[in-house]
């Protein structure tokens, strides 16, 4: 008969739990590199920022057709025209725009085994037993006979199944980039040279 804790000892567990920590690894790794070569991308991609639109609000004079005042005059109405002054644009990068790159971590990984033994037995017995008996008589004599006979059957029926199933999960989160490896960026107000700031961010 199949022992239940040889089938249950027979599971590499330890070598799930290897094969699932190696591909964490080297997914993370692949991960971080993919992260680092974007913080260069962003660091060298550059576009034309626009830093200000100015509005301008202006009148404008219009006639309404067919309408007059008590005055006997045409009817006019002061609208309003729109004008847009955009400002100078210059190159900026995008990670200066505030696009930071995203990092990832893996964390709660699961592994899963599930197994299913059955295992029956079935045994049956049968006995049966006859007896037959004979006899005849004469003016003189008189004979007889017994006679019997068994039937014995016996059988056994075995069965065993095993089957299982294994499933593996992780979590992969995003998580801020490393402050070693994001850049500073100074702002130097020069607008007015008597009052030059500086400030850091």
Known sequence: MPNVGAEL???PFGKMIYDMASAI???????????????????????????DVTEVLLPNV?????????????????GVKVESVVGDSFPLTLLQAGVNPTFYAF????IEV??????????????????SVQASADF?????????HVNYTTSNKYSYSVTGSSSMSTT??????????????????????????????
């Open 9 to 11: 000892a027979s599971v």
């Open 25 to 51: 690894a080297r997914s993370q790794i692949a991960l971080d590199k993919a992260s680092i070569q974007l913080v260069n991308v962003l660091a060298n991609t550059t576009f034309d920022y626009v830093p």
């Open 62 to 78: 219009k006639n309404v057709p067919g309408v007059m005042d008590s005055q006997g005059n045409q009817l006019t109405i002061t």
């Open 107 to 110: 964390t709660n990984s699961t």
């Open 114 to 131: 599930k197994m299913s033994i059955t295992s029956t037995q079935e045994s049956s017995n049968t006995l049966s037993v006859g007896v």
């Open 140 to 148: 003189l004599f008189a004979s007889g006979s017994v006679s019997s």
């Open 172 to 201: 992969l989160a995003p998580v801020p980039p490393p402050k070693n490896m994001m850049p500073r960026f100074f702002l130097v107000n020069a607008i007015d040279p008597s009052k030059v700031s500086v400030s850091q961010s």
